[in-house]
């Protein structure tokens, strides 16, 4: 009971930070949103130990599969942000376009490929700018630098 209890409080705590997305911060927004797969764990221990089809074989084999997808899931994910934290890149020209608007000029120190439109998220280790904040390549595939425009007050709730 206690389980689905708390189960039940991260789903309140998901649903209303998904309502409230432009409001908090998106750093505060990733740690609720790990919060998803505690509760899918939850809902998944349930379904298979207590739920009225706990007893199907069917749908034993259906949890299993999606249990061993989750896991895969988060072990590329983890795989995922180790492998691509050796990507540097240095930054080669900031251009104030408007008071809040500038954009970003980064030169990748390994080859970086890309397709046009494509985003990325970048952590500059400066200042204030620590968090990760998206940034959409706004450079052709085929250019040595990758350039890219932001507005500070948008980059305000992603910190």
């Known amino acids: 009971m206690t389980l689905g209890v708390f189960a039940f409080y991260i789903l309140i705590c998901v649903y209303f930070s998904s309502v409230l997305y432009k409001r908090i911060s998106h750093k505060d927004w990733q740690y609720i949103h790990l919060g998803t797969y505690i509760l899918f764990f939850f809902a998944l221990y349930h379904a298979m130990n207590i739920g009225s089809d706990s007893k199907n074989v069917l749908f034993k084999i259906i949890f299993a599969i999606l249990f061993f997808a989750v896991i895969d899931g988060i072990i590329y994910?983890?795989?995922?942000?180790?492998?691509?934290?050796?990507?540097?890149?240095?930054?080669?020209?900031?251009k104030?376009?408007?008071?809040?608007?500038?954009?970003?000029?980064?030169?990748?120190q390994q080859?970086?490929?890309?397709?046009?439109?494509?985003?990325c998220?970048?952590?500059l280790n400066k200042d204030k700018l620590y968090a990760r904040h998206p940034f959409t390549i706004a450079s052709s595939p085929n250019e040595k630098n990758l350039?890219?425009?932001r507005?500070?007050?948008d980059m305000k709730r992603w910190m």
């Open 96 to 108: 104030w376009k408007t008071e809040n608007v500038f954009s970003l000029e980064i030169e990748p």
């Open 147 to 149: 350039k890219s425009q």
């Open 77 to 94: 994910r983890t795989y995922y942000k180790f492998k691509h934290k050796k990507d540097r890149f240095i930054v080669r020209e900031v």
């Open 121 to 123: 998220f970048l952590r």
């Open 111 to 119: 080859k970086f490929s890309f397709k046009a439109g494509q985003f």
């Open 151 to 153: 507005n500070l007050l």
